[in-house]
């Protein structure tokens, strides 16, 4: 049996005027990376101030760690955290903002490490205000690893993120887990759940809507796979008259595929038939074409 | 509350402000400025007094006694003209501000027991005028010369007390350092409101620091840079103005006591101003709102025994006049003891303030 660190169970969170978290139950396991997916307000956020102790909640059981984060004092020692709006005093720098760290957490890091880990060693003396969005974003990952925390809560930690050091940021969180930390990941980079994340649960209104491996979600509500050709109105015309079903997209053309057999047979009627294209791929749904669905089905549903 | 925690703040906290100029000028800079503009312009007036013209129709002993008394009080220059003169062509021809007259009668009424009474007449400005009169009134009434008993000896002894109340920089050296106390409120007031907009209280709780460590480390500072600070403010009074201060271990001691327990009061003061202001706006209206009142009705830019009495009665309920009057007590007439109950209650004001700020100042969120 693998060790449970996270439980949420019915959890709530009313605000004034709306139910932020309605009822929500998850558990995450040591080692794992769990992903929280969702569109914005979805609540994910709202969750996970709950489980960091920022908030407290309206109703339901949580615990981490075996304890209560709304009472638990010395939780905080054991958890990294990186919130979605991170921010700092506005004229220390990355180098004090870490000393702090390391002083009130008495951690014995490697402060060094750590700055070089997320790629801020050139900029560890420049005043916070002056680094840009994802270098701020960056000090605020590099803090959340001084105490080399068992949980890790990192809410959206990439947003802002150039593609480059986006991909940095991941090889950081596949090194944590590496180590066996257990981490919760929000991220609107459905590609990064993909990537990272062991299991994921989307969120819509405050509800889990599913949850599961990213090859789980996607097997349950994939709809065909798709043969993606590039190629001109002459491929498009002769795929009509073979009575097939088809999409273009920008130079792309997808043709709908009932099993991927089928898209062979698709192949050599079009070298038959003596059709000039570039190339073409198979494509099986990825977990954003299915999110994007399931949500927009929701969406739909209400305004129906 | 972990000291390990308090001082990993404390040095976080150091070098942010080190680096933050408007701080810097505002906590040293700006008193220094203060002290050097009223220095030059004030400490002035001991050496270099207004002249006051004075005639004297009523010559006698005691008169004469009087005349010389505000002359000694080192504020006014006494320059007399003869009694043939017509004092009113004398103002005007020779542009005299204000001048002096003492009645003919003057030195019959004191020797019936009466009122001396003594005519300033002034010239065309009127506000110019006015100071005068204000300073000559309290000169006056330092001397006392209503006494049927005006003797020489009387007068003498009038000089003496008036050796210390007269330099006007000894009153701003105190006035200045209440100046410096209340600055620490703006910490606060600025602080708070941002540190919960950017969620900065969320962010430093996340290192483990709490709000009572927060609070602590905050105070640590602001009561070595209030130090630091007023230190230089006296000693810029001292050796370049000359004031006179009753400097002792005493003394300085229940001044360090009362500038700790108006650096509590301040930022209670602070913090309760500061969570009331949810937005950049009313930041600054409510921290003006309570800084100016304070700063000029308290004493810090002027007397306020020169001031009318309405403004003295609306003084009375600012609590920075009680910190400025009691550090004029302490550090102008080395008097503790008129003033220790004043302090005593001060300091349990301070207290139960900070208690109240330091209670509904919550770093959770809603
Ligand atoms: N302090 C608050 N007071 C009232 N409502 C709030 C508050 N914070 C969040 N909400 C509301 O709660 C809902 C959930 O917000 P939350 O921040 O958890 O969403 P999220 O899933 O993190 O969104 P995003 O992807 O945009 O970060 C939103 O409708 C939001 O408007
Ligand atoms: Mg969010």
Known sequence: MPETVISVTNLLKSYSDITAVDGISFSINRGEVFSLLGPNGAGKTTTVEILEGVRNRTSGDIRVLGEDPEKSRSLIFKLGILPQDFSFIYNSTPKEALDFYKGTLTASSDLNEILEMVELGDKATTPFQKLSGGQKQKLGLALSLVNDPEILFLDEPTSGLDPRARRNIWNVIKTLKEKGKSILLTTHYLEEAELLADRVAIMNKGKIIDSGTPMEIVERHHEDDNLIIRGDGQVENLLGSGGYQFQREGPYIKVGLKSIRDATEIINYLYEKKAKFDDFTLKRESLEDVFVRMVGEIEEDETE | ?366
């Open chain 2, 1 to 366: 509350m972990k000291p390990s925690r308090i001082s990993a703040y404390f040095v976080l906290h150091a070098k942010s402000y080190m680096r933050s100029r408007s701080a810097l000028f505002f906590q040293i800079a700006f008193p220094i400025i203060l002290i050097l503009l009223f220095g030059a312009i004030f400490s002035g007036s001991s050496y270099s007094p207004t002249t006051l013209i004075v005639q004297n129709e009523s010559p006698s002993a005691a008169s004469w006694g009087v005349i010389s008394a505000i002359n000694d009080s080192g504020l006014f220059k006494v320059q007399v003209i003869s009694e043939t003169q017509n004092l009113s062509d004398y103002i005007t021809v020779h542009s005299v501000q204000a001048a002096l007259l003492v009645p003919a009668n003057f030195t019959t009424n004191l020797y019936n027991g009466g009122v001396g009474e003594l005519v300033l007449k002034g010239h065309t400005n009127p506000t110019v005028a006015s100071a005068d009169y204000q300073t000559l009134n309290g000169v006056l009434t330092q001397i006392d010369f209503r006494t049927s008993n005006t003797s020489q000896k009387l007068v003498l002894s009038s000089q003496v007390a008036l050796g210390n109340t007269g330099k006007t920089i000894d009153y701003y050296v105190p006035g200045l350092i209440g100046f410096t106390v209340l600055s620490t409120m703006f910490n606060m007031v600025y602080t708070v409101p941002n540190y919960r907009r950017e969620r900065l209280f969320r962010q430093l709780s996340f290192s483990g620091l709490t709000k009572s460590e927060w609070i602590t480390a905050n105070m640590i500072f602001s009561f070595l840079m209030l130090v630091l600070s007023d230190v230089i403010l006296v000693t810029i009074g001292i050796y370049a103005f000359g004031a006179s201060l009753t400097l002792n271990a005493e003394t300085i001691v229940v001044s360090a006591v009362i500038i700790f327990g108006g650096l509590f009061f301040f930022t209670s003061v602070g913090i309760l101003a500061g969570l009331v202001s949810d937005n950049e706006e009313t930041v600054s209206v409510v921290g003006n709102l309570v800084m100016f009142p304070m700063m000029f009705l308290s004493g810090v830019f002027f007397p306020l025994s020169f001031a009318p009495a309405y403004l003295v009665t609306i003084s009375k309920f600012l609590p920075l006049t009680y910190f400025i009057n009691s550090l004029i007590s302490v550090l102008d007439y080395g008097n503790i003891s008129s003033v220790s109950l004043q302090i005593v209650y001060l300091l349990i004001g301070s207290a139960i303030l900070f208690a109240i700020a330091v209670k509904l100042f919550s770093w959770k969120q809603k």
